[in-house]
């Protein structure tokens, strides 16, 4: 198989890599893109898209139970029924048709692809292991971008029974019981969408509470939901295995030590791929499991360059996008470095969670004084219209000058609110920006100006 040369040589067709690889062809970057699988990589295949799918299911299966029985809107419906491996099915054409669109923008930008393992011989040359051989591909610069994986327990190691994420994704029948380890954002948005699908679900959590990197004002509201849909959640409580009658055993503070359950959900983390690529082949300098890189996403490695997970937290897949996105520029001749203030963190929980920026305390840590502004939604006329008007939006900015650091919310749909967040801090703005810009009505978006005039001791509507 003739050798392939080429400027720039990306590993990983995730969000990261084929954004870079896109980016990179329409600046002229003679480019190529290597994958074993289709490209999307996690985020597209099995894990943001296809779960978000699975969540608006069970929120649509969960309503329409409501409506079987009557609610408080004067609508009612016959007894609704699940499909689970219908459900799968309207997932997976999502999952085809946005990974095809990938495959059309690579061809449309002039990106070679080849499919396979690629591994690095040197610095500049990386062998790939395809379905008619091994090819070679010699480039100027090399991006890896290989992402992440479930991390699996010693004690509890994937199979049939015990499940990552992956696999939650793919089941065609709601398992009647369903222990959930790990009580972080993977693990609470599969939980509930199982809840609402009909599945008895116990949440496994080893901190005090669920969802430890978020403050307990942005949590409060979840935990009570979990009740309300049946999840029973387990804190300071450790999964150590399975009893020889294959029951869960737990270690924890709860008089419960067994956990019988059909299916077992480790949820435990991600982890970065940082095997099987030939790592060991490069002078590539390690922040613990994760490859280092300075400003510009470059490595130990002069010409070579980690972008997104494999790179270290946040790992979000609009993280890596930005960081692909960066790397191209650079790439091309652009003199540009990695300068992000606000990178939105989103809990597709009931309801979901956004962060952008500085929490509280991280607040209090730089030494400012703050300003804080929090508007409910309880008194969002919007939200009332939608039967949403539990949570909150809140507002962080220095007392000094106003300027704003951090911005979080809690509730349902508030996702759709972290653009706004984000601009917000990216452009410095200062709570007067915010106040004085007309937000639509009756928008949740409000909230956020109302929470900005109630920082200002200007509120309306509280």
């Known amino acids: 198989m003739k050798d392939i040369s080429c400027k720039l040589l990306v590993i990983g067709a995730g969000p990261g890599g084929y954004v870079c690889a896109i980016r990179a062809a329409q600046l002229g970057v003679d480019t190529v893109i290597v994958d074993p699988a289709r490209p999307g990589g996690t985020c597209l295949n099995v894990g943001c898209i296809p779960s978000k799918a699975l969540i608006h299911a069970a929120d649509e299966f969960a309503a329409a139970k409501r409506r079987a029985i009557g609610d408080t809107l004067g609508i009612s419906a016959a ?31 002039g990106v070679k692809r080849v499919g396979g393992h690629a591994r690095f011989r040197d610095g500049r040359t990386v062998e790939v292991d395809t379905d008619t051989g091994i090819q070679v591909i010699h480039a100027a610069f090399v991006v890896i971008a290989t992402g992440s994986a479930p991390v699996a327990l010693p004690a509890l190691p994937f199979g049939q029974r015990v499940i990552s994420s992956t696999q939650a994704l793919a089941l065609t029948q709601v398992p009647a019981t369903l222990a959930v380890i790990g009580g972080g954002y993977i693990g609470l948005e599969l939980g509930t969408a199982f809840a609402k699908l009909g599945a008895k679900v116990t949440v ?7 969802l430890p990197p978020y403050d307990a004002d942005l949590t409060r509201p979840v935990m009570k939901r979990l009740k309300e849909c049946g999840v029973k959640v387990l804190c300071d409580t ?22 019988k359950a059909d299916k077992i959900l480790v949820t435990v983390g991600r982890e970065p791929v940082t095997d099987g690529w030939g790592r060991e082949e490069l002078a590539l300098e390690m922040d613990g499991a994760f490859v280092r890189i300075d400003q510009h996403c470059q490595t130990a490695m002069r010409g070579i360059y980690a972008i997104g997970d ?11 996008m930005a960081q692909g996105d960066l790397v ?24 979901e969670i956004v962060s952008v920026g500085l929490s509280p305390d ?18 969002n006329g919007r939200a009332m219209t939608m039967q949403a008007d539990q949570g909150f939006v809140r507002v962080l900015a220095r007392a000094d000058n106003h300027v704003v650091l951090g911005i979080q919310a809690v509730g349902q749909g508030v996702s759709e609110l972290s653009t706004a967040f984000g601009l917000a801090l990216e452009m410095q703005a200062r709570l007067e920006d915010i106040a004085a810009t007309v937000h639509a009505h009756p928008t949740l978006g409000e909230a956020l100006q109302e929470a900005a005039m109630t920082a200002l001791g200007q509120a309306l509507h509280v």
């Open 204 to 210: 496994i959590e080893a901190a005090p509470r669920i």
């Open 310 to 320: 494999v790179t270290g937290e946040p790992m979000l897949a609009h993280r890596a």
């Open 79 to 109: 007894k609704p029924q699940i499909n689970l491996a219908q459900t799968m099915e309207w997932k997976d054409g999502i999952v085809t048709r946005l990974t095809g669109g990938i495959s059309g923008l690579l061809k449309k930008a």
């Open 362 to 379: 991280q607040a209090r840590d730089t030494g400012h004084e703050m300003k804080t502004g929090i508007f409910p939604l309880s008194a």
């Open 238 to 259: 450790r999964a150590v295995g399975l009893s020889n009658e294959g029951v869960l055993k737990v270690d924890g503070n709860d008089d419960e030590s067994r956990i």
């Open 328 to 351: 191209a520029r650079i790439v091309a001749g652009q003199k540009l470095e990695w300068d992000k203030p606000a990178i939105p963190e989103v809990c597709f929980t009931d309801p």
